[in-house]
């Protein structure tokens, strides 16, 4: 989607091994989210970040961690990657708390 | 806490007939309302929003919601189906007051039938 992109689009690790996911904008937004899409879950909010160095929790960030040095820029990190992280990663941007996101293309990632 | 359900996980429409894909939620205070969609191996595009007003809201592709706060939902609906339109549609639901999460539905997948 325009001003916004992830990357990688797709990733094989092992388990056990770090991987970390990279959200680029364009938009200079000041909201930046973190989701996990599975079958039957929709999508699950994993952390969110509403400025620079300003980060929260979501309902499942547990073995993940993210950073936000620039307002460009949001990175996932998955500590150890575990097979039920197996997933496809939208990163979402928006301007306000009351605007819809602007959704990256995805990432799909397999924990093997 | 706040929370979304999308009772059907799926519903079959005839192209040209109306369609309506439910909603319902939970938050504390007034919810902002949203719905999305999602087309196969794509990301997902905004469709739609309620932050105050009309409880009728239009949309994208001809596309309109309606906010009914007694009833907490807030259904999609469209006056005459597309087979272009089956796709996967998600709500979600973001409380007006502190904190800047959104809670999505878990979807319903729509497919309409030429």
């Known amino acids: 989607d325009a001003g916004i992109t992830q990357s990688p689009r797709h990733k094989v690790t092992e388990t056990g091994t770090p991987v970390t996911l990279r959200c680029h904008q364009t938009e200079n937004h000041r909201y930046m989210y973190w989701y996990r899409q599975d079958p039957g879950h929709g999508l699950r909010l994993i952390h969110y970040s509403y400025g620079v160095k300003d980060t929260d929790k979501g309902e499942v960030s547990d073995g993940y961690s993210v950073s936000r040095s620039k307002t460009e820029d949001f990175l996932l990190t998955l500590e150890s990657a575990t097979s039920s992280q197996t997933s496809v990663y939208f990163c979402?941007?928006?301007?306000?708390?009351?605007?819809?996101?602007?959704f990256g293309s995805g990432t799909r990632l397999t924990v093997v | 806490a706040q929370s979304v359900a999308q009772p059907e996980d799926q519903v079959n429409v005839a192209e040209g007939n109306p369609l309506t894909v439910k909603c319902t939620y939970s938050?504390?205070?007034?919810?902002?309302l949203f719905w999305y969609v999602q087309y196969p191996n794509r990301g997902l595009q905004f469709l739609l929003k309620?932050?105050?007003?009309?409880?009728l809201v239009k949309g994208s592709y001809g596309f309109e919601a309606e906010f009914n706060k007694s009833q907490t939902s807030f259904h999609l609906k469209k006056p005459s189906a597309l087979v272009s339109d089956s796709a996967l549609y998600f709500c979600?639901?973001?409380?007006?007051?502190?904190?800047?999460?959104?809670?999505f539905g878990a979807g319903t997948r729509l497919f309409v039938k030429a």
């Open positions: 979600a639901v973001r409380a007006n007051t502190g904190g800047f999460k959104t809670i």
């Open positions: 938050v504390s205070g007034n919810p902002y």
């Open positions: 979402a941007i928006s301007a306000g708390t009351a605007g819809g996101y602007t």
């Open positions: 309620y932050i105050t007003g009309d409880n």
